[in-house]
């Protein structure tokens, strides 16, 4: 677990709420700059963690479980809709990611569509545009192993730092962390530290979508 697990986990939540971090802070009648990014290391430069106090607010302010805290810094990316008391699944489309970047599979808006697809049952995603696509290869080891499935959704908000789906308007399809993204440009880098880091103009981007869980 690392320390920016912790505060990337603390931003989901915030999001999956409607909340800023300043936001979340105040719910959990915390002072509203605890969670600002200034307070994330100390004046040093030391990294500087959230007290087991505060934390024990924001689940009680957010009705989370300390289950899906922990989910959350284990990096899944996203809270379900509901939190039923039975685990609940659904079928979803499931292709290669190999395969991701041949024709029929997506239609412009990068839904998937077509009958070439497999399924899977995997947790439910409130998006119901969601897919799963298989890993395949070592490009996004450590993070993604051969075999691993992540289910993307196209619907979910991005923010720096998540790891996203992407398909250029040339047809090729890579999973990779969003680094920066400017109103005319798109910077990603590579899970694989092996791999090289990739930026590109909007105009060549076709679609960008989230990772919001994955296999282990």
Known sequence: MKHDDIWRAL???????GLSASGLARR????PTTFNPSKRHMPDGRARWPSTESLAKVLDATGATLDVFTALVMGARAIPAAAPSRPQSRRIPLLGLAQAGGDGFFDDAGYPVGGSW???SLPDIADGNAYALEISGESMEPVFRDGDVVIVSPNAPIRRGD???V?????????KQLARRSARRIELRSLNPAHQDYNFDLSEIAWLHRIVWASQ
Request: hydrophobic content about 40%; overall charge negative.
């Open 11 to 17: 931003d989901t939540l915030a999001a999956e709420n």
């Open 163 to 165: 790891r996203v789906v």
């Open 167 to 175: 398909r250029t308007r040339e047809g090729e399809v890579m999973a």
């Open 118 to 120: 497999d399924e899977v």
């Open 28 to 31: 959990s009648g915390l002072d």
